[in-house]
């Protein structure tokens, strides 16, 4: 063996031996390099971690071939590193074959029969149940389909065995669109009765979606009616479930018998002449991990931080859509394999949903229940921003709402006050309305279904937003509105901007705080304790120097242990106290025993960067 040979062998055994201890150290301790990878400085020896063992197997198998070969340097070289890699790469080669033909045979049998256009009228889906007790199980292809015509009724079934096939007998909710006197009760949950459509099937009126066009059907009296039934009713039966679970790397480890192809089944089903359903198309999308090109170990991932030893194992998939699709492959099949036309035309609906509540004000009378929920749920979207700006009717509009006390105060009033920016006057008039109205309660009809605290949760966030100058006169509205339970627990964001009356709102935010306080430790898990708390914390955070007569009721807090000082309260706890007046030193023994990890150079950037500004008044 030549002199450079001996040398790099002898420096590779020198290699070796570390990664042979980092790898025994990683294996027994795969939390360590999570742990290490946080603290920043140790992320490089964190990865190193990682490497141990794949890179220990490695140098291992080289340095064994390098130190037996007779030959050149260079051969030797070449010889090892080609007889390791041969040698790594023979068990993928006779292992992966089973799990190959596994994964195929579970798509073997996928057909599509389907033949256009599919001319039927009730189509059904079996679904996996759901926790929604109180939200419409009319989802977005439910709605899309009867809002286009695509089909007259559509049947939702919630299964156990979402993906067994249908046998007729299984329970369903029936769902249509009729005309009635008095349309029953529907809850939407926002995002839950979407459909992601290809970009041609989007249709048209990009700022009305399926909830406005139902909302505003019902408003003019053709129902969302849902009545029970089984799917012997339905022509077209949609199941969609998994078939099959498997284990993922981080569970199989180091089981080379470990199972670990997945699969899932999308099949159609048309209803016979006889009843009876037959199976027009399959579609089994399979996922699976084979052992990668070579036999090496390494640390798999998961959820949660969660790191486990196994071998090398990589993702493959069949019949699997591009997850960045999100939803998007479910419109696809809709509207691709069954031929669904499921695209809305939205144009003009914007402008009958607010003429309906138009209309309403000019005839001088109340709204009603659907004419209220169609423009709510419309408003709620196209205002949403903090910085939006609504057009000039929508401005009008929200305005004659919130000047009549017969009609609940509309959602995200910060885009009204938004839009009244560089108007010291407007913004004074909704100061005036929403204090007015934040005190009056409820002034409406009980039939609206808008209570007090969903009001009070508009209202403040239009409070919260107006500027100190157009809140100046209202002192007296705010303290008075801190007396009110609902308000407590509803309007933090308007209660926390008596910060501006400095120590005259000071014994009103200690009033907020020792109300947040008298549940105990526990209580803040209770918007009852933990609004207010945080309502009065906040104000006088903001507040600082100008309140600073609330400091000593605040150090009694404190030395009483009553304060929480853990986490972000701690923070907002600290913050407040320093811009109050009180030390860091004076907080240090507190804050640090209820954080074990604090450092007391975090305390004293958290004191100075207070003092300079109140980004750190929040929660």
């Known amino acids: 063996m030549s002199a450079k040979g001996d040398r790099l062998a002898a420096f590779l055994s020198l290699v070796v031996l570390i990664l042979f201890g980092l790898g ?285 030893p196994g071998w090398w194992r990589w993702h493959k998939a069949i019949n699997v859509d591009d997850p960045s699709r999100g939803d998007g492959a479910w419109g696809a099949f809709l509207t691709g394999t069954l031929g669904l036309n499921l695209a809305l035309d939205g144009r003009g609906a914007e402008q009958e949903i607010f003429a309906k509540i138009e209309n309403a004000l000019a005839a001088n009378r109340a709204v009603t229940r659907s004419e209220w929920d169609a423009f709510a749920n419309l408003f709620d979207r196209i205002a949403l921003g903090d910085r939006t700006k609504l057009d000039k009717r929508s401005e009008a509009l929200a305005l004659r709402i919130l000047d009549d006390p017969r009609y609940p105060p509309p959602p995200r009033l910060y885009s009204l006050v938004a839009s009244s920016r560089g108007s010291a006057e407007n913004l004074s008039h909704l100061a005036n309305v929403f204090m007015t109205r934040a005190a009056a309660g409820v002034t409406w009809s009980e039939s609206l279904n808008v209570s007090e605290s969903q009001s009070l949760q508009n209202l403040s966030i239009g409070i919260g937003a107006l500027p100190d100058e157009a809140l100046t006169p209202h002192i007296n509205g705010l303290v008075g509105l801190a007396l009110k339970p609902e308000a407590r627990e509803h309007a933090r964001e308007a209660l926390s901007r008596l910060s501006i009356f400095g120590e005259a709102a000071a014994p009103t935010l200690l009033r907020l705080v020792r109300t947040g306080l008298s549940g105990g430790k526990e209580s803040f898990q209770s918007n009852t304790f933990q609004h207010p708390y945080l309502a009065g914390m906040i104000g006088l955070c903001r507040a600082g120097p100008t309140a600073s007569s609330a400091l000593p009721q605040m150090t009694a807090w404190l030395q009483q242990g009553l304060l929480p000082m853990y986490g972000s309260y701690g923070r907002l706890a600290a913050a407040t106290m320093i811009r109050l007046g009180a030390s860091s030193e004076q907080l240090w023994p507190s804050y640090s025993a209820a954080n074990g990890n604090a450092k007391r150079d975090e305390m004293e950037h958290l004191a100075q960067a207070s003092l300079k500004n109140t980004r750190n008044c929040r929660y």
């Open 24 to 308: 025994l150290l990683v294996f027994a301790v795969p939390e360590l390099t999570i742990i290490l990878a946080f603290t920043g400085f140790g992320l490089p020896v964190a990865f190193l971690m990682w490497l141990a063992p794949t890179a220990f197997v490695l140098l291992f198998l080289f340095l064994l071939f390098y130190s037996v070969i007779k030959a050149r340097w260079s051969i030797r070289l070449a010889s090892a590193l080609g007889l390791s890699l041969a040698l790594l790469s023979l068990p993928p080669l006779l292992l992966n074959g089973p799990i190959e033909s596994q994964a195929e045979s579970l798509a073997s049998a996928d057909h599509d029969d389907i033949h256009l256009p599919l001319g039927r009228s009730s189509i059904a889906v079996k679904k996996a149940h759901n926790y929604e007790r109180d939200t419409t199980q009319c989802d977005g292809f439910c709605l899309h389909a009867l809002l286009s015509g695509a089909a007259d009724r559509v049947l939702i079934a919630l299964s156990s065995q979402p993906e067994s096939p249908p046998t007729g007998s299984e329970q369903a909710l029936e769902f249509s669109i009729q005309k009635q006197k008095v349309c029953p009760v529907v809850a939407f949950k926002p995002g839950w009765h979407t459909l992601d459509l290809p970009a041609e099937n989007e249709g048209k009126g990009s700022r009305v979606n399926a909830v406005d066009l139902i909302k505003l059907r019902i408003a003019n009296g053709e129902c969302l009616v849902r009545r029970p039934t089984t799917l012997k009713d339905a022509e077209v039966v949609i199941t969609q479930g998994e078939i099959k679970r498997a284990l993922r790397p981080l569970e199989a480890g180091f089981d080379l018998a470990a199972d670990t192809v997945a699969a899932s089944r999308l099949n159609v089903y048309f209803r016979g002449a006889d009843g009876a359903f037959v199976e027009v198309y399959r579609r089994t999308s399979i996922n699976y991990y084979p052992f990668g090109p070579l036999y090496l170990p390494v640390i798999n991932s998961g959820s949660e931080f969660k790191m486990e």
